[in-house]
């Protein structure tokens, strides 16, 4: 995803997809229940396409509507924003002309910067593309100038931002030895390589890897035909909202797709095909891993490698103001699936799920209505830490959290007292004193308890 993922806590070599075939892949009406469920009771999307696969089937299952003003049919051609896996594609775009011997991954970055330019460095070693596609350059996630919130919060900053940023920044780490979910990092990544190909970063990602791999319907810039075929993008809350422009860091989540050449991309990537268009590069994207924060992850160039219930899976999520994604792949099943919401709430679990069952569906609890009284009871400012705090709000009957320096979203009511986010597993639930008041707010997130204290 983009930026919502942090609410409040602050491809192989050839062999490594060898593995026993999978007996079947989910059925149909199985996903259909899922999908029905998330949607008609969790409220959690408007329309869901998913999509699973194996070496020899493939399988779309949809439920719920575009919500486009033509009414069109959910299906496998049904164009979404898919956010951050757009960053797979960079690092593929990389390794592509790290095979044609246009660039090295232990190039540094500003070799192919403008003179003007100044890359930051730490303790003398400069940002290499590897540093850039493992998500360990020590830039932070996002530069200053991209607001944390809005209709389209990238669509207004600039090269000159950019290159102002770069060369003004101090790195608290050095290259290569920290892990930081990289936007930056990735839109820098994909201008840099147009720069050296002379070319836009589109022009550039069409020719060299969606041309080979037959992906006619993954751009940028909408076709006339994607466009009749684009899903509305929902909030959190399901109200429709803008779609998303990445002038200047399309490298990290600009591109649109379908589930249809989503199926073609993880094919090519995931299944090994012996002579397959770009398998050079493909195997370069996960011989270099690299940690993350969590022990059951890595990282390699743009995927994710998740290790856990005796498999590795292969992935990556995306989203952006208004839309949700997941592809994966299950390295042991040797099958995978491909989840598009049109609704920025996640649906990774959905996708983990398809990809190997022993994954745990998220449980939604049914949401209730409350008294806008008692709603108006909870409004204020209860203070997490000195310099954190969440601003409750409510009006016409709905109630909203608001975090330091972070956008509002909504939450939802399971009882008269305990209330649950969409956007992320988060649960708050408000305390009265021995006089009635409201005093505190117990918030859950993370596995995490901790009391929050109203300010009065």
Known sequence: MIPRRDFLLGVMASSVFLARARADIVPDGDIRTILQDRIDNARQSVGIVAATFDAGRQNIVTYGRSGAANDRPLDGDTVFEIGSITKVFTALLLAEMVTRGEVA??????KYLPDHVKMPTRNGKLITFLDLATYTSGLPRLPDGIPNFGDNPYA????????????????????GTHYEYANLGFGLLGHVLALRANTSYEDL????????????????????????????????SLKATSNWDLPTLAGAGALRSTANDLLKFMKATCLNEAGAPLRPAIDMLLKTRRPVNNSNQTVGLGWFVRSENDDEVVLKDGGTGGYASFVGFSKR????????????????????????????????PPEVSVDPAILSAYEGVYRMTPKFALTIRAEAGRLYVRATGQPEFELFAESEN?????IVDAQGTFLRNKDGAVDRLLWHQGGRYQYCTRVP
């Open 105 to 110: 991954l232990d190039d540094p970055v500003a």
């Open 156 to 175: 207004n900053y600039t090269v000159e931002q950019l290159y102002a940023f770069l060369s003004n920044h101090v790195l608290r780490f050095e290259p």
């Open 205 to 236: 990602l069409v020719s060299r890897v969606c041309t080979p791999l037959g992906l006619g319907d993954t751009r940028i810039s909408l076709t006339d035909s994607m466009r009749e075929r684009l899903a509305q993008g929902h909030e959190s």
């Open 333 to 364: 099943l040797r099958s995978g699936a491909i989840v598009l919401s049109n609704a920025s709430n996640p649906i990774n679990d959905i996708g983990l799920r398809l990809t190997n069952p022993a994954y745990k569906l998220a449980q939604y």
């Open 418 to 422: 305990r209330f649950f986010m969409r």
